[in-house]
């Protein structure tokens, strides 16, 4: 079966779901599957020969377990040798991505356009799990529209999910509860523009009983996911783990019974020695940093902070990377917390009826 998936997610999601980020939400949440961003199949390919290019793309630390790889493509062959690789470099499981609606990303053939051939993907599923024990999931929209093509209707999706299932073998689907228009809107406005329904994901867990279903958009705090989780199996958390992560505070004890009883600034410290270190590997603290912007969100004088952070260390990339002095680094990011408001106790914001 599907283990050892939990039941809250944070979603792949480019440029913000990279190690950084993933090694930040460890320290407010032991509890989520965590997910890469989506990874192309020529990246893993073509570094399949050098070890240390694939560590540049694949390398993560031991404390993101569980952790899911998202994979972009639809070549077989190629998908198969990348699946491989992944497995040897330990994650807990394999996504595809049947979602996004960029136009590049169209016109490479996979993404959400992959939707308009359920068999096509049954059989990468199938694929993949003769080269692979790894337990494999797809994320996808209800539905896709383009100038050539219709699947909107609740129907489609569920021969989707059908032939994905039976043909593939596929037992975990994470659905972005909105239809997708390719060609039409951005990435973005097709994160937006069409409009949420819950319901269908419902449905297809009552017609599917037998399935993980997991649902994901626009959801944005405890008590919602809660909500879903009489509906579904599991709830995946895109924008609002990113923009407002410590809304996530509260997760550990809902699931875990163990409470995270650490402050922002606590997270913040603790993240520092993160930063210092990752300079060893060559990496600007500024590109570290950035993924927790949001973490004071809401709180008094949390653009200063940022304006102050992003100005500092920005400044810092006048140094060879090699000669760049860590006690700066760590006086600007602890100098840092002192323009904002000092520590209340903050854990358990929530009122939450379980
Ligand atoms: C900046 C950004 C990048 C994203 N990149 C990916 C991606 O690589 N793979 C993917 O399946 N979805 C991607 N998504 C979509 C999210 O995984 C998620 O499905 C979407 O944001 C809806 O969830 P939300 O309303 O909780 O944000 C991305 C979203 C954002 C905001």
């Known amino acids: 079966m599907i283990l050892p998936y939990r039941k809250v997610s944070i979603a792949p999601m480019m440029d913000w779901t990279n190690r950084h980020f993933r090694y930040f939400i460890r320290l407010i949440t032991k509890y989520v599957n965590l997910y890469t961003e989506m990874i192309s199949e020529h990246a893993i390919y073509h570094k399949r020969n050098s070890q240390k ?17 998202q994979i972009g493509g639809s070549h077989i062959p190629i998908i198969k040798e990348c699946v491989k690789i992944v ?18 990303v169209f016109e490479n053939q996979f993404g959400a ?42 129907e489609d999706l569920k021969e989707f ?11 975990h689907f994470i659905i972005h509860a909105r239809h997708a ?6 990435p973005k406005k097709n994160r937006v523009v069409p409009p949420l329904i819950y319901e269908w994901v419902y449905q297809i867990k009552e017609e599917f009983p037998e399935l993980m279903i997991e649902i994901n958009g626009g959801i944005d705090n405890i008590q919602d996911i809660l909500n879903h989780l009489k509906y579904v199996d599991a709830v995946m958390i895109g924008r609002a783990a990113y923009e407002d992560p410590y809304f996530l505070i509260d997760i550990d004890e809902v699931f875990l019974n163990q409470k995270n009883s650490l402050s922002r600034k ?46 500092e260390l920005t400044n810092l990339k006048k140094y060879p990377i090699e000669k760049l002095p860590k006690e700066l680094v760590y ?24």
């Open 53 to 69: 290019d694939l560590k540049h793309l694949l390398d993560y630390d031991s404390c993101e377990h569980p952790l899911i790889f």
């Open 331 to 354: 006086d600007i990011l602890t100098k840092s917390l002192e323009i904002l408001p000092e520590p209340i106790y903050e854990a358990n914001r929530h009122t939450i009826v379980l």
């Open 266 to 311: 606590e997270i913040f410290l603790k993240f520092v020695s993160y930063v210092l270190d990752q300079i060893d590997q060559g990496i600007y603290p500024h590109s570290v940093v950035i993924h927790t912007f949001g973490l004071f969100r809401g709180i008094k004088n949390s653009n200063k902070w940022k304006q102050y952070l992003t100005k």
């Open 113 to 154: 356009i992959l939707m308009a051939e359920p068999r096509f993907i049954a059989n990468i599923v199938k694929e993949i799990k003769k080269v692979s024990k790894l337990p494999v999931s797809i994320k996808h929209r209800l539905g896709i529209k383009s100038n050539h093509l219709d699947k909107t209707h609740y």
């Open 181 to 186: 228009y390719l060609g039409k809107y951005s």
């Open 161 to 171: 999910i059908k032939i994905c299932y039976n043909e593939g073998g596929c037992e």
């Open 87 to 104: 497995e040897e470099w330990n994650y807990d499981g394999i996504n595809i991505n049947c979602g996004c609606p960029s136009e590049k």
